[in-house]
């Protein structure tokens, strides 16, 4: 009887932990619909001091040692995926089209899971016609606007300073990247 | 023959949801203590140290590839804290954090008064009479803002454009003329 009152206590206890520590964690991933924010192909996440940051969006950046910038300081926009779902890889050429963004500063970069960064270009890189800027990711050298595709990169990172306001304007303009694979290898 | 299965599916919930709590509001706090005590460790308190590979202020540069870092943890148990900033002509920030990753206070280039400016910092039971006096004194010019943080320990840390070569150049020497130290009284 004692036995099976400890198998009990047991079992609950560890079930209930993993349950908790399990969901404590991913609510504080990217892949957590209540706390980030999809724009088209592309979601950001609460940066700190924003209205709508929680211990959870705090706790995305401080779980990978990171303190969040503040929300007027910056806007990132993240994907994983291509247009028409596939998951970024290395192996593809990719076709980034978008309108040169407002913002006074911005970048794009790819980046591995871990946060670093295989490459990053800013719009002192860039070459643009009539104010559309056309980029390929790949691991080879391209012709135009090429950012290096490195092993290990995972993520599209688009990244605008001051970006509170010109995030609004991207939206309203419905001038976020679109991102189209064109071959594969 | 169900109570005692409820009983245990109760305790189970609830340590779910301790866990849950616990995890949520301690994990990534104590996750950023690790980094602000190797940072304390290898460099002090009160001292401004510039992100470098392999170095203890570089757990802090979340974008490391796009932004040069400089942080300092600060201590404010024996007195204000100032740090003297030259502002680059380029994205240049200062964010001061509480404790728990929390954000008190930001400024960027494009709001920073001056070129050259000290930001003071105080904790969390400031004598308002020292304050005056101290923004009154000679030692003070008109480009000093100060800092009522609430708090008596925290990290701040200063960010400039670093993508590339140049713009990283220009924050580097921006933070070699910047400095974290007791405020002169």
Redesign the interface.
């Known amino acids: 009887m004692a036995t099976g009152s400890t198998v009990r206590f047991a079992s609950s206890l560890l079930i209930g932990a993993a349950l908790g520590i399990g969901s404590a964690h991913y609510m504080a991933t990217p892949s957590n619909p209540l706390i980030s924010d999809r724009h088209g192909n592309w979601y950001t996440w609460p940066a700190g001091g924003a209205p709508d940051s929680s211990p959870y969006s705090q706790a995305y950046f401080l779980l990978k040692g990171h303190l969040p910038e503040h929300f007027t300081e910056a806007t990132s926009l993240y994907r994983s995926h291509d247009d028409d779902g596939g998951r970024l890889s290395p192996d593809c050429v990719y076709l980034l089209n978008m309108a040169r963004p407002g913002a006074r500063r911005w970048t794009l970069s790819l980046a591995g899971d871990g946060g670093a960064f295989s490459s990053v270009m800013t719009q002192d890189d860039v070459i643009s016609t009539a104010g559309r800027i056309e980029v390929r990711l790949a691991a080879l050298p391209q012709p135009g606007n090429w950012l290096r595709f490195g092993e290990g990169a995972e993520r599209l990172v688009l990244r605008m300073y001051d970006g509170e306001d010109r995030l609004r304007q991207a939206e309203l303009d419905a001038s976020l990247p679109t991102l189209r694979q064109e071959s594969c290898s | 023959m169900t109570s ?2 409820f009983f ?2 109760i ?15 301690f ?3 104590s ?2 203590n ?2 602000v005590s190797a940072l304390l460790e290898s460099h002090g308190p009160n001292r401004l140290v510039i992100a470098e590979p392999g170095n203890a202020a570089a ?2 540069a ?5 932004l040069a870092y400089a942080v300092c943890a600060f201590d404010l148990s024996s007195g204000p804290l100032e740090i003297k900033a030259r502002v680059p002509d380029q ?1 240049w ?1 200062i ?1 001061v ?1 509480g404790e728990r ?3 008190l206070y ?1 400024l ?1 280039d ?1 709001q920073a008064p001056r070129r050259q400016l000290s930001v003071v910092l105080y904790d969390d039971n400031p004598d308002p009479q020292a304050i005056v006096e101290a923004a009154n004194s000679s030692n003070r010019g008109l480009n000093t803002i100060t800092v009522l943080t609430g708090t008596t320990t925290g ?1 701040a ?1 200063l ?1 400039s ?1 670093g ?2 070569k140049l ?1 990283r150049q220009r924050a580097l020497d921006a933070f070699a003329d910047s400095s974290c130290g007791p405020a002169a009284g």
């Open positions: 005692p299965n245990w599916v305790f189970g919930m609830l340590t779910a949801l301790a866990m849950h709590l616990a995890y949520a509001l994990v990534p706090a996750q950023l690790e980094g757990a802090f979340a974008h490391e590839a796009e994205y920030s964010e954090y990753g929390n954000s930001t960027n494009t990290i840390v960010r454009a993508a590339g713009e």
